[in-house]
């Protein structure tokens, strides 16, 4: 999506945890909020709140459908922060790591591929599976109007430390909507210039008020 460039610490963080709150919001997974400010396990964090009874039996007995949409709700972290560095799906456990050598991109990941290990028969089917996911989400990610949504969190982060959910969602609805909204003005003025061009080709200026 970009050239490679350097971030810092807390940068990476509110990266990392925009992409999964925007991939919470598209996959439609309840957060309480989200938040930069470091705990005892983690530098950031999107905060859920607790499972309803429905909720904590298809979590212990889960569809394909629940385990891939939490999945990539886990996942969406570290390929966010790899994409603001640069970087491709396939870095996205190369997060600046803490002063003991880990990274908290690790962790989501080793998260991912334990919940979609109960659907898979191997561990290389599961790699496989993994690798699928980190691509789609990617994907996802680098659509532009989702990327604009995590660019607009990021700096909102950045500036508050942690968001409730609800303003969560509605910065995210209105970052996208703004995205569509410039570029349908972009593609009007482009409409706009090619309708010139080929108003002026076919009835030159000078003859225009000819009679």
């Not at 298809?58 to 886990?74: D, G, K």
């Amino acid at each position: 999506m970009q050239e490679q460039r350097q971030l810092d610490k807390l940068e990476v963080t509110a990266y990392h945890e925009a992409g999964h709150a925007v991939m919470h919001h598209l996959q439609r997974v309840a957060m309480k909020a989200v938040t930069i400010v470091p705990g005892e396990e983690s530098w950031g964090r999107v905060v859920t709140p607790r499972f309803t009874q429905k909720q904590e039996k298809e979590a212990y007995s889960p569809s394909l459908s629940f385990v891939l949409r939490h999945a990539l709700t886990l996942l969406a972290g570290p390929v966010a922060a790899a994409i603001a560095q640069g970087l491709g799906w396939k870095d996205a456990e190369l997060e600046l790591p803490d002063e003991d050598g880990t990274s908290w991109a690790m962790s989501d990941l080793s998260n991912a591929a334990i919940i979609i290990e109960k659907f898979t028969m191997s561990p290389e089917e599961r790699d496989e599976m993994l690798d699928w996911l980190l691509c789609r989400t990617y994907l996802t990610l680098t659509r532009p109007y989702h990327w604009a949504a995590v660019e607009v969190l990021t700096q909102a982060i950045l500036e508050e430390h942690t968001i409730k959910s609800r303003r969560v969602h509605r910065i995210i609805r209105e970052a996208i909507i703004r995205w569509g909204d410039e570029e349908r003005r972009k593609w009007n003025e482009s409409r706009a210039k090619r309708s010139n061009r080929i108003c002026l080709q076919n009835y030159p200026q000078e003859n225009l008020w000819s009679n």
